[in-house]
């Protein structure tokens, strides 16, 4: 009888089930991450030249409104205070975002009060657009074209690769528009920086009885036959050998300098023009204000299309990832004894406290089902995540 379980990938995702599954059943749970570290896209550690702690993958911002996942999260490690405020650094100048009453009134020359924006907001709006059906209607029958060129074409063009009538709504839905003097770039109540970075809150979530943790270790199918059930967090079209073909994803990387002193005064400044070829640059030291440093790390970021080794970072979904996706679930769907769980392994543009939050609501139905004496073998591929949306 097989009692151990596996689980793919030690980000969030994974721990966060491989946790669960520990301290719930008593189970002995092998984690294996292909890289030769934890904590995934969220791995922070510090640069031994400056001290300054540099999230590896990108930088990361933790906001929740789940005050259970707040409370998570902060049961393993002391977060700091951090609101991220960031800035645009447009055609026409540079500008608070998201587009909030300061930004409005900024770039339009006016001052205008909460309602009077909102109303001027939806005189620029196309009213002939009446469902928007991409990035752009969306943007054109909400702020119009003027902001929409300005802050939202050139950014995303460069960012996903393709133009924003090829992208869904949702991408840009991510982003709120404010008639108010609030530029928290975020709409969650709870929002922070775990002071000893990422890395070391995912490994004191992994340091329980029962956890095992192996990394530069790769994941093949044939491995699955040794345990009582999968817990995968990698890429799904990875996990079925890109049978279907391959999900497509932009990729990032960073052109990284050393500085001293404040090099951009903010943590992130957005460059949204065509003409310039990045996206954004970050200064890491920015990201954790409690803490001082004299030199500093600059990262400016560029994105591309995923190629050979690249980390896949974004889903895109265009049409032709939709089509291949629903194959990838239903292949999933009747893959025994295997749950497909995280950003990968669903194919969603997802934040981390949308992993954590939908890993511990997961990890608790099987656990109960376990616990029960229900067979897990199947229906627990977490399939009905996969809907292409
Ligand atoms: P991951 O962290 O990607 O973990 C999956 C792990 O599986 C990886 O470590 C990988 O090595 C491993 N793996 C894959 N295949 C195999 C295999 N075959 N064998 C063994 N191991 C394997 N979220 C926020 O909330 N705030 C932010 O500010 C933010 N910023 C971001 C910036 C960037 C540039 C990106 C790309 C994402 C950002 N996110 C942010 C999202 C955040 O990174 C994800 O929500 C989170 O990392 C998802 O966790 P996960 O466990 O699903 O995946
Ligand atoms: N976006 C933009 N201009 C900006 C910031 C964002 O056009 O200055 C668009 C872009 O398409 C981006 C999306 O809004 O992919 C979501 O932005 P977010 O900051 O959430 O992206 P992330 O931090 O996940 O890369």
Known sequence: ????????????????????????????????????????????????????????????????????????????????????????????????????????????????????????????????????????????????????????????????????????????????????????????????????????????????????????????????DEFAHVFFTGPIDAYFGFAHGRLGYRTVFWDQQEETGDFLGNAVINYTGSDVPYTRIHEHKHFAPWEQHEKTLVFTEYSKATEGNDIPYYPIRLERDKAMLAQYAQAAGSEEGVSFLGRLATYRYLDMHQVIGESLDFSAEFCSATTSGKDTRAGFSNVEKLAPA
């Open 1 to 224: 009888m097989k009692s151990r379980y596996l689980v793919v990938g030690a980000g969030f995702g994974g721990a966060v089930t491989a946790r669960a599954l520990a301290q719930n059943l008593g189970a002995s749970v092998l984690v294996i991450d292909e890289r030769s570290h934890t904590a995934g896209n969220c791995h922070t550690e510090r640069d031994p030249a400056t001290n300054v702690m540099v999230h590896r993958y990108g930088p990361h911002i933790f906001h929740t409104s789940r005050q259970d996942v707040w409370d998570y999260v902060r049961s393993f490690a002391d977060f700091g205070p951090y609101t991220n405020r960031v800035k645009a650094h447009t055609p026409r100048g540079v500008y608070g975002l998201p587009l909030n009453l300061l930004t409005i009134n900024q770039f339009f020359g006016r001052s205008f009060r909460p309602r009077e924006a909102a109303a001027f907001l939806e005189s620029l709006g196309d009213k002939s657009i009446k469902d928007p059906q991409n990035f752009e209607e969306q943007a054109l029958r909400f702020i119009g074209r003027e902001l929409y060129e300005n802050f939202f074409y050139g950014y995303t063009k460069k960012q996903w690769g393709c133009e924003p009538t090829d992208l869904p709504a949702s991408i840009l839905k991510r982003l709120p528009v404010r008639f108010n003097y609030d530029d928290n770039y975020y709409g969650s109540i709870f929002q922070g920086i775990p002071r000893d970075g990422y890395t070391a809150l995912i490994d004191r979530i992994l340091d329980y009885e029962g956890i095992e943790v192996k990394v530069s270790t790769r994941f093949t199918r044939e491995m699955k």
